[in-house]
Protein backbone atom coordinates (compact mmCIF):
# COMPACT_ATOMS: atom_id res chain seq x y z
CA UNK A 1 0.00 0.00 0.00
CA UNK A 2 1.74 3.24 -1.06
CA UNK A 3 0.68 6.48 1.13
CA UNK A 4 0.22 9.74 -0.06
CA UNK A 5 3.06 12.33 -0.27
CA UNK A 6 3.38 13.96 3.34
CA UNK A 7 1.04 11.48 4.58
CA UNK A 8 3.44 11.29 8.08
CA UNK A 9 3.46 14.85 8.52
CA UNK A 10 0.06 15.44 8.16
CA UNK A 11 -0.96 12.50 10.36
CA UNK A 12 1.29 13.82 13.44
CA UNK A 13 -0.04 17.66 12.63
CA UNK A 14 -3.25 16.81 12.88
CA UNK A 15 -2.74 14.32 15.94
CA UNK A 16 -0.63 16.93 17.76
CA UNK A 17 -3.94 19.31 17.24
CA UNK A 18 -6.50 16.86 18.50
CA UNK A 19 -4.72 15.61 21.42
CA UNK A 20 -3.25 18.91 22.92
CA UNK A 21 -6.70 20.29 22.99
CA UNK A 22 -7.62 18.60 26.01
CA UNK A 23 -7.19 19.76 30.09
CA UNK A 24 -6.80 16.53 31.71
CA UNK A 25 -4.50 13.13 31.31
CA UNK A 26 -7.23 10.73 31.15
CA UNK A 27 -9.16 12.58 28.51
CA UNK A 28 -5.77 13.57 26.75
CA UNK A 29 -4.59 9.65 26.70
CA UNK A 30 -8.38 8.46 25.75
CA UNK A 31 -8.25 11.17 22.62
CA UNK A 32 -4.57 9.71 21.83
CA UNK A 33 -5.53 6.06 21.78
CA UNK A 34 -8.68 7.53 19.78
CA UNK A 35 -6.28 8.95 16.96
CA UNK A 36 -4.15 6.30 16.66
CA UNK A 37 -6.43 3.90 15.95
CA UNK A 38 -7.72 5.87 12.96
CA UNK A 39 -4.64 7.51 11.37
CA UNK A 40 -3.13 3.47 11.24
CA UNK A 41 -6.26 1.85 10.70
CA UNK A 42 -6.53 -0.29 13.79
CA UNK A 43 -9.55 -2.03 15.22
CA UNK A 44 -8.17 -1.69 18.80
CA UNK A 45 -5.54 1.01 20.33
CA UNK A 46 -4.26 1.32 24.28
CA UNK A 47 -1.88 2.25 26.73
CA UNK A 48 -1.25 0.35 29.37
CA UNK A 49 1.23 1.45 32.17
CA UNK A 50 2.61 -1.27 34.91
CA UNK A 51 -0.24 -3.89 34.09
CA UNK A 52 -3.20 -1.31 34.50
CA UNK A 53 -5.04 0.49 31.58
CA UNK A 54 -5.06 3.71 31.07
CA UNK A 55 -7.06 4.44 28.17
CA UNK A 56 -8.57 2.20 25.05
CA UNK A 57 -11.08 2.25 22.13
CA UNK A 58 -12.30 -0.37 20.19
CA UNK A 59 -13.41 -3.02 23.18
CA UNK A 60 -16.66 -3.26 24.55
CA UNK A 61 -17.29 -1.58 28.29
CA UNK A 62 -15.62 -3.73 30.81
CA UNK A 63 -14.30 -6.38 28.91
CA UNK A 64 -10.82 -4.43 27.57
CA UNK A 65 -8.02 -7.44 27.64
CA UNK A 66 -5.02 -5.65 30.77
CA UNK A 67 -3.38 -8.77 30.77
CA UNK A 68 -2.75 -9.53 26.83
CA UNK A 69 -2.31 -5.72 26.37
CA UNK A 70 0.08 -6.04 28.82
CA UNK A 71 1.85 -8.94 27.26
CA UNK A 72 2.25 -7.09 24.18
CA UNK A 73 3.63 -4.12 26.38
CA UNK A 74 5.87 -5.85 27.86
CA UNK A 75 6.77 -7.99 24.07
CA UNK A 76 6.05 -11.04 25.20
CA UNK A 77 3.31 -11.31 22.77
CA UNK A 78 2.86 -9.84 19.18
CA UNK A 79 -0.94 -10.61 18.95
CA UNK A 80 -3.86 -9.59 19.96
CA UNK A 81 -7.59 -10.69 19.64
CA UNK A 82 -9.42 -8.29 18.37
CA UNK A 83 -13.31 -8.25 19.01
CA UNK A 84 -15.56 -9.51 15.87
CA UNK A 85 -12.05 -10.40 14.03
CA UNK A 86 -9.79 -12.67 15.72
CA UNK A 87 -6.20 -13.05 16.63
CA UNK A 88 -4.50 -10.18 14.66
CA UNK A 89 -0.84 -8.58 14.42
CA UNK A 90 0.46 -6.26 17.38
CA UNK A 91 2.65 -3.42 17.45
CA UNK A 92 4.03 -1.06 20.28
CA UNK A 93 5.38 1.92 21.01
CA UNK A 94 7.12 3.02 24.63
CA UNK A 95 5.69 5.96 26.42
CA UNK A 96 7.81 8.18 28.72
CA UNK A 97 5.37 9.31 30.28
CA UNK A 98 2.93 7.76 32.46
CA UNK A 99 6.00 5.77 33.98
CA UNK A 100 6.43 3.00 32.14
CA UNK A 101 3.76 3.07 29.57
CA UNK A 102 2.96 1.44 26.29
CA UNK A 103 1.01 2.66 23.63
CA UNK A 104 -0.26 -0.44 21.87
CA UNK A 105 -2.36 -1.36 18.78
CA UNK A 106 -3.18 -4.39 16.21
CA UNK A 107 -5.69 -4.28 13.37
CA UNK A 108 -6.65 -6.74 11.09
CA UNK A 109 -5.22 -8.24 7.81
CA UNK A 110 -1.70 -10.07 7.69
CA UNK A 111 0.07 -6.78 6.98
CA UNK A 112 2.18 -5.13 9.53
CA UNK A 113 3.30 -1.68 10.27
CA UNK A 114 4.71 -0.22 7.29
CA UNK A 115 8.13 1.19 8.26
CA UNK A 116 6.28 5.27 7.45
CA UNK A 117 3.13 4.06 9.40
CA UNK A 118 6.08 3.00 12.39
CA UNK A 119 7.73 5.95 12.51
CA UNK A 120 4.24 7.91 12.76
CA UNK A 121 3.36 5.78 15.98
CA UNK A 122 6.76 6.83 17.79
CA UNK A 123 5.88 10.19 16.70
CA UNK A 124 2.16 9.82 18.07
CA UNK A 125 3.98 8.43 21.30
CA UNK A 126 6.14 10.98 22.05
CA UNK A 127 3.53 13.42 21.43
CA UNK A 128 1.19 11.64 23.85
CA UNK A 129 4.06 10.98 26.14
CA UNK A 130 4.68 15.02 26.33
CA UNK A 131 1.06 16.17 26.53
CA UNK A 132 0.09 13.81 29.43
CA UNK A 133 3.44 14.98 31.25
CA UNK A 134 3.08 18.62 31.14
CA UNK A 135 -0.99 17.98 32.22
CA UNK A 136 0.09 16.25 34.87
CA UNK A 137 2.38 18.45 36.24
CA UNK A 138 0.41 21.33 35.46
CA UNK A 139 -2.78 19.30 37.61
CA UNK A 140 0.10 18.72 40.67
CA UNK A 141 0.32 22.32 40.63
CA UNK A 142 -3.35 22.71 40.87
CA UNK A 143 -3.57 19.80 43.90
CA UNK A 144 -0.83 21.62 45.64
CA UNK A 145 -2.49 24.96 45.69
CA UNK A 146 -5.69 23.56 47.00
CA UNK A 147 -4.12 21.30 49.36
CA UNK A 148 -1.94 24.15 50.44
CA UNK A 149 -4.94 26.98 50.83
CA UNK A 150 -6.94 24.37 52.72
CA UNK A 151 -4.07 23.32 55.55
CA UNK A 152 -3.78 27.59 56.41
CA UNK A 153 -7.63 27.88 56.52
CA UNK A 154 -7.60 25.33 59.22
CA UNK A 155 -3.89 26.23 60.56
CA UNK A 156 -5.72 29.85 61.08
CA UNK A 157 -8.64 28.63 63.16
CA UNK A 158 -5.89 26.85 64.95
CA UNK A 159 -3.65 29.45 65.67
CA UNK A 160 -6.63 31.73 67.04
CA UNK A 161 -8.06 29.28 69.31
CA UNK A 162 -11.50 28.32 67.71
CA UNK A 163 -14.00 25.85 69.74
CA UNK A 164 -12.39 22.14 68.99
CA UNK A 165 -15.84 21.23 67.53
CA UNK A 166 -15.59 23.93 64.61
CA UNK A 167 -11.59 23.05 63.99
CA UNK A 168 -13.16 19.68 63.53
CA UNK A 169 -16.03 20.44 61.13
CA UNK A 170 -13.47 22.52 59.12
CA UNK A 171 -11.05 19.84 59.02
CA UNK A 172 -13.92 17.11 57.64
CA UNK A 173 -14.90 19.94 54.43
CA UNK A 174 -11.74 20.45 53.79
CA UNK A 175 -10.73 16.79 53.86
CA UNK A 176 -13.57 15.86 51.71
CA UNK A 177 -12.58 18.39 49.06
CA UNK A 178 -9.12 16.85 48.83
CA UNK A 179 -9.25 13.23 49.22
CA UNK A 180 -12.63 13.65 46.58
CA UNK A 181 -14.16 11.74 49.45
CA UNK A 182 -18.19 12.00 49.87
CA UNK A 183 -17.99 11.12 53.62
CA UNK A 184 -15.72 11.89 55.97
CA UNK A 185 -15.99 11.10 60.06
CA UNK A 186 -13.48 12.30 63.15
CA UNK A 187 -13.78 9.63 65.76
CA UNK A 188 -12.25 9.60 69.54
CA UNK A 189 -11.08 6.53 70.94
CA UNK A 190 -11.92 5.87 74.45
CA UNK A 191 -10.02 3.24 76.85
CA UNK A 192 -12.07 0.67 76.03
CA UNK A 193 -11.43 0.49 71.72
CA UNK A 194 -14.90 1.91 71.31
CA UNK A 195 -14.92 5.32 69.53
CA UNK A 196 -17.15 8.25 69.47
CA UNK A 197 -17.93 10.49 66.53
CA UNK A 198 -16.80 13.86 66.80
CA UNK A 199 -17.17 15.71 63.23
CA UNK A 200 -19.43 14.49 60.67
CA UNK A 201 -19.24 15.73 56.92
CA UNK A 202 -21.63 14.21 54.38
CA UNK A 203 -23.41 11.32 56.43
CA UNK A 204 -27.09 11.16 57.19
CA UNK A 205 -26.60 7.72 59.03
CA UNK A 206 -23.82 9.02 61.64
CA UNK A 207 -24.20 11.77 64.44
CA UNK A 208 -21.69 13.85 66.48
CA UNK A 209 -21.48 12.35 69.88
CA UNK A 210 -22.88 8.69 68.30
CA UNK A 211 -20.48 5.59 70.26
CA UNK A 212 -18.82 2.72 67.73
CA UNK A 213 -18.53 -0.31 69.83
CA UNK A 214 -15.32 -2.00 69.63
CA UNK A 215 -14.61 -5.25 67.73
CA UNK A 216 -16.20 -4.49 64.50
CA UNK A 217 -14.27 -5.31 61.58
CA UNK A 218 -13.35 -1.55 59.63
CA UNK A 219 -11.18 0.60 59.39
CA UNK A 220 -11.69 2.76 62.93
CA UNK A 221 -10.56 -0.68 64.75
CA UNK A 222 -7.56 -1.77 61.94
CA UNK A 223 -5.60 2.11 62.58
CA UNK A 224 -6.32 1.46 66.34
CA UNK A 225 -4.81 -1.85 66.35
CA UNK A 226 -1.56 -0.59 64.10
CA UNK A 227 -1.67 2.99 64.73
CA UNK A 228 -1.01 3.77 61.25
CA UNK A 229 -3.05 4.61 58.29
CA UNK A 230 -4.97 2.22 56.48
CA UNK A 231 -7.02 1.93 53.10
CA UNK A 232 -9.49 -0.56 52.22
CA UNK A 233 -10.27 0.21 48.41
CA UNK A 234 -12.06 3.73 48.55
CA UNK A 235 -12.05 4.20 52.17
CA UNK A 236 -9.02 5.86 53.92
CA UNK A 237 -8.29 6.57 57.97
CA UNK A 238 -5.50 8.23 59.13
CA UNK A 239 -4.43 8.25 63.10
CA UNK A 240 -4.70 11.38 65.37
CA UNK A 241 -1.81 11.13 67.60
CA UNK A 242 -1.46 13.44 70.53
CA UNK A 243 1.89 13.88 72.44
CA UNK A 244 2.61 10.53 71.48
CA UNK A 245 -0.88 8.86 72.18
CA UNK A 246 -3.33 7.45 69.58
CA UNK A 247 -6.18 9.88 69.92
CA UNK A 248 -8.45 9.09 67.49
CA UNK A 249 -8.74 8.54 63.71
CA UNK A 250 -9.74 10.82 60.53
CA UNK A 251 -11.73 8.56 58.18
CA UNK A 252 -12.43 9.63 54.19
CA UNK A 253 -14.85 7.54 52.03
CA UNK A 254 -16.43 7.65 48.90
CA UNK A 255 -19.25 6.13 47.83
CA UNK A 256 -18.36 5.87 44.02
CA UNK A 257 -15.58 3.19 43.41
CA UNK A 258 -12.07 4.51 41.84
CA UNK A 259 -12.87 8.13 42.59
CA UNK A 260 -10.44 8.48 45.19
CA UNK A 261 -7.67 9.67 44.76
CA UNK A 262 -4.11 7.29 45.15
CA UNK A 263 -2.87 10.16 47.22
CA UNK A 264 -5.61 10.54 49.59
CA UNK A 265 -3.65 8.87 52.91
CA UNK A 266 -0.69 12.02 52.17
CA UNK A 267 -3.08 14.61 51.83
CA UNK A 268 -5.19 14.16 54.94
CA UNK A 269 -2.63 13.49 57.03
CA UNK A 270 -2.13 16.82 57.03
CA UNK A 271 -5.50 17.85 58.30
CA UNK A 272 -4.59 15.25 61.20
CA UNK A 273 -1.54 16.96 62.22
CA UNK A 274 -3.44 20.14 62.32
CA UNK A 275 -6.54 18.25 64.65
CA UNK A 276 -3.70 17.54 66.94
CA UNK A 277 -2.29 20.69 67.55
CA UNK A 278 -6.01 21.65 68.12
CA UNK A 279 -6.53 19.30 70.62
CA UNK A 280 -3.10 19.30 72.61
CA UNK A 281 -3.80 23.27 74.56
CA UNK A 282 -0.17 22.32 75.53
CA UNK A 283 1.10 23.27 72.43
CA UNK A 284 3.32 25.97 72.30
CA UNK A 285 3.19 28.92 70.23
CA UNK A 286 6.73 27.66 68.66
CA UNK A 287 4.92 24.36 68.35
CA UNK A 288 2.88 25.58 65.88
CA UNK A 289 5.36 27.65 63.98
CA UNK A 290 7.22 24.89 63.46
CA UNK A 291 4.16 22.49 61.76
CA UNK A 292 4.01 25.88 60.23
CA UNK A 293 7.60 25.31 58.70
CA UNK A 294 7.17 22.10 57.67
CA UNK A 295 4.53 22.83 55.44
CA UNK A 296 6.27 25.76 54.10
CA UNK A 297 9.22 23.54 52.97
CA UNK A 298 7.47 20.83 51.90
CA UNK A 299 5.66 22.95 49.47
CA UNK A 300 8.80 24.54 48.34
CA UNK A 301 10.32 20.76 47.81
CA UNK A 302 7.12 20.28 45.60
CA UNK A 303 7.67 23.19 44.02
CA UNK A 304 11.16 22.91 42.92
CA UNK A 305 10.37 19.20 42.11
CA UNK A 306 8.09 20.38 39.69
CA UNK A 307 9.88 23.17 38.23
CA UNK A 308 12.83 21.13 37.65
CA UNK A 309 10.61 18.98 36.09
CA UNK A 310 8.95 21.29 33.64
CA UNK A 311 12.35 22.97 33.12
CA UNK A 312 14.61 19.89 32.44
CA UNK A 313 11.56 17.55 31.02
CA UNK A 314 8.59 19.50 29.49
CA UNK A 315 10.08 22.76 28.34
CA UNK A 316 12.98 21.00 26.52
CA UNK A 317 10.83 18.80 24.90
CA UNK A 318 8.29 21.61 23.75
CA UNK A 319 11.49 22.92 22.27
CA UNK A 320 11.89 19.89 20.37
CA UNK A 321 8.74 19.08 18.44
CA UNK A 322 8.25 22.76 18.00
CA UNK A 323 11.50 22.31 15.92
CA UNK A 324 9.79 18.92 14.44
CA UNK A 325 6.88 20.52 14.04
CA UNK A 326 8.21 23.47 11.83
CA UNK A 327 10.29 21.11 9.51
CA UNK A 328 7.39 19.18 8.73
CA UNK A 329 5.45 22.29 7.86
CA UNK A 330 8.35 23.16 5.65
CA UNK A 331 8.13 19.89 3.82
CA UNK A 332 4.57 20.24 2.63
CA UNK A 333 3.88 20.26 -0.86
CA UNK A 334 2.41 23.61 -2.35
CA UNK A 335 -0.71 22.08 -3.45
CA UNK A 336 -1.82 21.21 0.43
CA UNK A 337 -2.04 24.81 1.75
CA UNK A 338 -4.76 23.45 3.68
CA UNK A 339 -2.34 21.49 6.00
CA UNK A 340 0.30 24.22 5.82
CA UNK A 341 -2.07 26.51 7.44
CA UNK A 342 -3.48 23.58 10.21
CA UNK A 343 -0.12 22.92 11.17
CA UNK A 344 1.03 26.88 11.30
CA UNK A 345 -2.06 26.91 14.08
CA UNK A 346 -0.27 24.25 15.85
CA UNK A 347 3.17 25.93 16.12
CA UNK A 348 1.18 28.92 17.63
CA UNK A 349 -0.38 26.93 19.67
CA UNK A 350 2.73 25.47 20.84
CA UNK A 351 4.27 28.17 21.46
CA UNK A 352 1.90 29.58 23.33
CA UNK A 353 1.98 26.31 26.06
CA UNK A 354 5.60 26.56 26.19
CA UNK A 355 5.44 30.23 26.89
CA UNK A 356 2.57 29.03 29.59
CA UNK A 357 5.40 26.37 30.69
CA UNK A 358 8.19 28.71 30.98
CA UNK A 359 5.91 31.04 32.91
CA UNK A 360 4.83 28.78 35.48
CA UNK A 361 8.39 27.20 35.98
CA UNK A 362 9.78 30.94 36.61
CA UNK A 363 6.94 30.94 39.57
CA UNK A 364 6.84 27.99 41.34
CA UNK A 365 10.47 28.16 42.03
CA UNK A 366 13.22 30.73 40.18
CA UNK A 367 16.15 28.44 39.22
CA UNK A 368 18.27 31.47 39.44
CA UNK A 369 17.88 31.58 43.14
CA UNK A 370 18.46 28.42 44.16
CA UNK A 371 22.00 28.72 41.72
CA UNK A 372 23.25 32.56 42.37
CA UNK A 373 21.35 33.43 45.63
CA UNK A 374 19.11 36.04 46.52
CA UNK A 375 20.84 39.15 45.17
CA UNK A 376 20.91 37.71 41.14
CA UNK A 377 17.44 36.38 41.45
CA UNK A 378 16.37 39.98 42.82
CA UNK A 379 17.79 41.43 40.17
CA UNK A 380 15.89 39.52 37.41
CA UNK A 381 12.51 39.67 39.22
CA UNK A 382 13.12 43.60 39.10
CA UNK A 383 14.00 43.47 35.42
CA UNK A 384 11.13 41.39 34.49
CA UNK A 385 8.69 43.57 36.24
CA UNK A 386 6.35 45.82 34.42
CA UNK A 387 7.45 48.80 36.80
CA UNK A 388 10.50 50.49 37.20
CA UNK A 389 12.05 48.94 40.28
CA UNK A 390 14.76 50.30 42.28
CA UNK A 391 17.22 48.28 43.96
CA UNK A 392 19.37 48.92 47.42
CA UNK A 393 20.98 45.33 49.04
CA UNK A 394 22.61 45.83 51.89
CA UNK A 395 22.83 42.14 52.98
CA UNK A 396 26.02 39.34 53.09
CA UNK A 397 25.28 36.34 50.93
CA UNK A 398 25.42 33.71 51.09
CA UNK A 399 21.90 33.88 53.78
CA UNK A 400 20.36 30.56 54.64
CA UNK A 401 17.76 28.78 51.87
CA UNK A 402 14.61 29.48 54.14
CA UNK A 403 15.46 33.16 55.08
CA UNK A 404 16.65 33.75 51.22
CA UNK A 405 13.12 32.55 49.83
CA UNK A 406 10.76 34.28 52.54
CA UNK A 407 12.26 37.47 51.33
CA UNK A 408 12.43 36.82 47.22
CA UNK A 409 8.50 35.66 48.10
CA UNK A 410 7.61 38.45 49.70
CA UNK A 411 8.95 41.18 47.08
CA UNK A 412 7.85 39.27 44.38
CA UNK A 413 4.37 39.59 45.96
CA UNK A 414 4.70 43.19 46.70
CA UNK A 415 6.00 44.16 43.09
CA UNK A 416 3.07 42.25 41.57
CA UNK A 417 0.70 43.75 43.82
CA UNK A 418 1.61 46.93 43.20
CA UNK A 419 1.74 46.67 38.97
CA UNK A 420 -1.56 45.02 39.13
CA UNK A 421 -3.86 46.90 42.34
CA UNK A 422 -1.62 50.28 42.55
CA UNK A 423 -1.70 51.94 39.34
CA UNK A 424 1.86 52.93 40.82
CA UNK A 425 4.46 54.31 38.37
CA UNK A 426 7.84 53.29 40.70
CA UNK A 427 8.93 50.66 43.32
CA UNK A 428 11.48 51.02 45.73
CA UNK A 429 13.10 47.61 47.46
CA UNK A 430 15.61 47.85 50.19
CA UNK A 431 17.46 44.87 51.61
CA UNK A 432 19.27 44.96 55.02
CA UNK A 433 21.20 42.70 58.00
CA UNK A 434 21.89 44.15 60.83
CA UNK A 435 21.78 42.88 64.64
CA UNK A 436 20.77 38.86 63.18
CA UNK A 437 18.03 39.95 61.43
CA UNK A 438 17.09 40.66 57.83
CA UNK A 439 14.88 43.78 57.14
CA UNK A 440 12.95 43.78 53.92
CA UNK A 441 10.89 46.53 52.72
CA UNK A 442 9.38 47.40 49.15
CA UNK A 443 7.39 50.20 48.71
CA UNK A 444 5.42 52.41 45.62
CA UNK A 445 4.23 55.34 44.58
CA UNK A 446 0.65 54.23 43.93
CA UNK A 447 -3.56 54.55 45.24
CA UNK A 448 -2.76 52.99 48.57
CA UNK A 449 -5.62 51.52 50.77
CA UNK A 450 -4.66 47.99 50.07
CA UNK A 451 -6.45 45.50 52.02
CA UNK A 452 -3.94 43.06 53.26
CA UNK A 453 -6.52 40.63 54.86
CA UNK A 454 -8.32 40.00 51.19
CA UNK A 455 -5.42 38.84 49.51
CA UNK A 456 -3.90 34.92 49.30
CA UNK A 457 -1.21 35.82 48.99
CA UNK A 458 -0.27 38.01 52.01
CA UNK A 459 -2.16 35.02 53.90
CA UNK A 460 0.89 32.40 52.64
CA UNK A 461 3.61 34.79 53.44
CA UNK A 462 2.60 35.20 56.68
CA UNK A 463 2.24 31.62 57.10
CA UNK A 464 5.99 31.84 55.67
CA UNK A 465 7.71 34.56 57.91
CA UNK A 466 5.82 33.61 60.77
CA UNK A 467 7.48 30.00 60.61
CA UNK A 468 10.82 31.73 60.71
CA UNK A 469 10.24 33.57 63.90
CA UNK A 470 9.59 36.97 61.68
CA UNK A 471 7.13 39.43 61.47
CA UNK A 472 5.03 41.36 58.15
CA UNK A 473 3.53 44.52 58.46
CA UNK A 474 1.88 46.14 56.02
CA UNK A 475 0.54 49.83 55.33
CA UNK A 476 -1.26 51.34 52.84
CA UNK A 477 -3.22 54.77 53.68
CA UNK A 478 -5.54 55.76 50.69
CA UNK A 479 -3.81 57.94 48.28
CA UNK A 480 -0.04 57.49 50.24
CA UNK A 481 1.22 54.28 48.31
CA UNK A 482 1.72 50.64 49.96
CA UNK A 483 4.47 50.02 52.18
CA UNK A 484 5.41 46.23 53.31
CA UNK A 485 8.06 45.60 56.35
CA UNK A 486 9.64 41.93 56.81
CA UNK A 487 11.84 41.07 59.42
CA UNK A 488 13.50 37.63 59.40
CA UNK A 489 15.92 36.13 61.88
CA UNK A 490 18.79 35.04 59.80
CA UNK A 491 19.45 32.11 62.07
CA UNK A 492 16.41 29.82 63.00
CA UNK A 493 15.11 30.43 66.71
CA UNK A 494 16.29 27.55 68.90
CA UNK A 495 13.84 24.39 68.90
CA UNK A 496 12.42 25.36 64.97
CA UNK A 497 13.51 23.08 62.77
CA UNK A 498 12.80 25.03 59.21
CA UNK A 499 14.18 22.26 56.68
CA UNK A 500 12.05 19.11 57.70
Known amino acids: MTLPPAWASQQLGEFLTAVSSFETEASAGLRAVERVAEALDAEVAAIVSRGKLVAAVGYPAGATPVAELDAVARGVSRELAVPGVGVCPAARAPLEHPPDATLVLARSGPRSLSAEETSVLRGMARVTSMTMRTLALLSDERALREEQAALRRVAVLVARGVPQNEIFAAVAQEASRLACAELVQIHRYDKDGSSVAVAVWGSEDLEVGVRSPKGQDNIRTTVLRTGRTARRDDVVGSPIVVDGRLWGVLIAATIRPGR??????????????????????????????????????????????????????????????????????????????????????????????????????????????????????????????????????????????????????AISEALTNAAKHANASAAHVALEARNGRLHVQVRDDGVGGADPARGSGIVSLCDRVEALGGTIVVSSPPGEGTSMVVELPIRPRPGIDVTS
Do not use: W
Not at 297 to 302: L, P, V
Not at 365 to 389: C, E, N, Q, T
Open 260 to 409: MPPEAEARIAGFTELVATAISNAQTRAELAASRARVVAASDETRRRIERDLHDGTQQRLVALALLLHSAADAIPAELPGLRVQLSHAEEELQGLLDEVREIARGLHPAILSKGGLVPALGALARRSSLPVQLDVRAPEPLPEPVEVAAYY
